[in-house]
């Protein structure tokens, strides 16, 4: 079946502007999970959805990111505002939520901020 | 603070050797670990995990070693071969794997024909 899924692949903007990154998981899990990654570094966690609820939002970075699954299903990461350092590759992970569930990442999506 | 470490940033191994991939971890409440492989403009791609009521887990070629005391995992692949060149990254979880992965930085691996 069809894996995770994450548009755009790319996505180049200048500093000050609104960027909207979406994930699409793989279907029936329940768990949806997004990650930055920094050149170097290892995915960083930044928010974990339980259905449609945020059910960790601790890694987000400060108020100008935000994170939507209206229906359980497609997420949309919001980023406002965005600064040159929130140039990564952002990904996003799903997976079935059972105890040992490993987490199916997507391909990801490179920002850069200009 | 670096939870999760990864100490050596490359490893390079003749093939048909095996190759160790060594990760240290700080926190004591992290009950779950998993190592995934990552190639070039790919996501992460899980490999194999290990609960931390075990000491090794085995899949094929690849074996998971759990220290508890030590608070170390190592992940051993025999035998080696080129298409396992990749960035391997060690991570770790609470409540069985369901929450949040926090990852070490990754060891590059190069497995020379």
């Known amino acids: 079946g069809a894996g995770v899924s994450q548009t755009p692949s790319n996505k180049v903007t200048e500093k000050g502007k609104y960027v909207e990154l979406r994930c699409d998981p793989i279907?029936?899990?329940?768990?949806l999970y997004w990650y930055r990654q920094s050149l170097g570094q290892g995915p960083e966690f930044l928010i974990y959805f339980q259905g449609t609820g945020a059910a960790d939002d601790s890694g987000l970075p400060n108020d100008r990111f935000f994170a939507v699954r209206p229906e359980g299903s497609v997420s949309t990461l919001k980023i406002q505002r965005t600064e040159r350092g929130d140039s990564a590759m952002y990904l996003c992970a799903s997976s079935l939520l059972t105890s040992g569930g490993e987490q199916f990442f997507g391909p990801g999506t490179r920002l850069t901020v200009l | 603070d670096q939870q999760v470490k990864q100490n050596s940033p490359s490893l390079s191994v003749q093939e048909g050797r095996i190759s160790i991939l060594n990760c240290d971890y700080t926190?004591?409440?992290?009950?779950?670990f998993l190592w995934y492989k990552k190639y070039p403009a790919e996501g992460p791609t899980f490999l194999i995990s290990?609960?931390?009521?075990?000491d090794k887990n085995e899949d094929g070629r690849f074996t998971v070693f759990l220290n508890k005391s030590a608070k170390h995992l190592s992940l051993h692949i025999v035998p080696s071969q080129p298409g396992d060149s990749a960035v391997y990254f060690c991570?770790?979880?609470?409540?069985?794997?369901?929450?949040?992965?926090?990852f070490g930085k990754g060891t590059k691996l190069t497995v020379n024909p």
């Open positions: 991570a770790a979880s609470f409540q069985g794997g369901s929450e949040k992965l926090v």
């Open positions: 279907s029936g899990h329940t768990a």
């Open positions: 926190n004591s409440m992290f009950d779950y």
């Open positions: 290990i609960s931390s009521i075990k």
